[in-house]
């Protein structure tokens, strides 16, 4: 096996996404699958459409391309609102955006003409996270401009909470969205095929609420992935919290002193490190570093404390553990984790069934 590599669970994936399908859809909730922390992974996009994921949603151009050329068959959203330099590839390759620069929506419009199509937009509304969004004040003016113009179809407005500000989505943000949905359809007479609440953070207030209103989608990837709620990180009872494995290789395993010796000054980091004095320890290095993962989000399957990294390199302390040279070491990840490894072309990846 070539590592390190990160070992994708397709199984734990699909009953992830199937479970959360069921779960949103038994309030009329429909859920889109979000691909930008695993890049568009071909297999996993793959495995999110036979699961019943009818739309898939990425940050990236290239990485829509990438599915598209692998053959995946559905509908694309582009989750980041488009960059103006590259609105003719966003009406090209993606059927859905989110929108919040009026600027850009025309631009989409012109280029949607040119290609004699009709692109799906999503306003973006401001909730409170201060990311993207259209503030409150704003939209009415946007949504009659909007409305003029051809090649674009008004499908919806979202918001998005928990990414930037850490602001949870609850039920008077979710409420809000409601009503401007509402009011948007009965002033436009039009129906937003779209009310798009937010994402993995969503769930604890889909469990507690008692009334959804007119949200009916929700665009979720960590959920899926890691199978957790975003707000405290907390397993979603059910779902696999574990269908990505890092595996990692010993390099190096010896019994050597806990303290590093001679004169302290800066690590290859430009810090100055702190350790403590626990005697002599079996020390093994792990062939992967911070420029394979972000090390920190790493949490090791076997009692053992990962003492630092350097570009290529992870320090343990074996504690207990007999590590060998040539052994694997497995870790689970968190967001950050698996967005560096799935972005690193120095990590192998390999999707499995069992
Ligand atoms: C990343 C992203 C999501 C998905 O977030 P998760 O926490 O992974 O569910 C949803 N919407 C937007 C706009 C995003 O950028």
Not at 114 to 124: A, D, E, P, V, Y
Request: charged share 20%.
């Amino acid at each position: 096996m070539a590592t390190p590599n990160i070992k994708i669970n397709l199984k734990k994936i699909a009953y992830n996404a199937e479970t959360l399908k069921e779960l949103y859809g038994s309030k009329g909730i429909d859920i889109i699958g979000v691909t930008k922390v695993v890049c568009g992974n071909p297999d996993i996009a793959a495995t999110l459409v036979k699961s019943g994921i009818r739309i898939l949603a990425e940050s990236r151009i290239s990485n829509i391309k990438k599915m598209r050329n692998a053959g995946i068959k559905t509908q694309f959203l582009l989750l980041r609102t488009p960059f103006l330099s590259q609105v003719e590839s966003v009406v090209k390759y993606t059927d859905i955006s989110l929108n919040s620069e009026l600027s850009v929506i025309k631009r989409l419009s012109h280029f949607a003409i040119k290609h004699h199509l009709t692109h799906k937009i999503i306003l973006m509304i401001e909730s409170g996270d201060l990311r993207e969004g259209l503030m409150p004040s704003e939209l009415d003016d946007i949504v009659a401009q909007v409305v003029r113009l051809d090649g674009i179809q008004l499908a919806g407005i979202g918001t998005n909470l928990a990414c930037f500000g850490g602001i949870e989505p609850d039920d008077e943000k979710m409420r809000s969205l409601s009503s401007i949905a509402k009011d948007i359809e009965d002033k436009y007479e039009l129906q937003l095929e779209y009310v798009s609440g937010g994402n993995s953070a969503n769930y604890n207030w889909y469990m507690s609420t008692k009334n959804i209103g007119r949200i009916n989608n929700l665009r979720l990837g960590e959920s899926i992935l890691l199978g957790c709620e975003t707000l405290h990180r907390k397993p979603i009872p059910g779902l696999f919290t574990d269908a990505f494995t890092l595996q990692t290789e010993v390099i190096e395993s010896k019994i050597k002193p806990s303290l590093p010796y001679g004169n302290v000054c800066q690590d290859a980091f430009g810090n100055i490190p702190e350790f403590q004095d626990s005697g002599e320890i079996r020390r093994a290095i792990l062939g992967i570093g911070l420029q394979d993962v972000a090390v920190s989000g790493l949490t090791p399957r076997m009692d053992i404390q990962v003492l630092g990294a350097s570009s290529d390199h992870i320090i343990i302390d074996a504690k207990k553990m007999e590590l060998i040279v040539g052994q694997i070491v497995e870790f689970d990840l968190n967001y950050a984790a698996l967005l560096s490894a799935m972005t690193s072309s120095y990590v192998n990846k390999e999707s499995v069934t069992c």
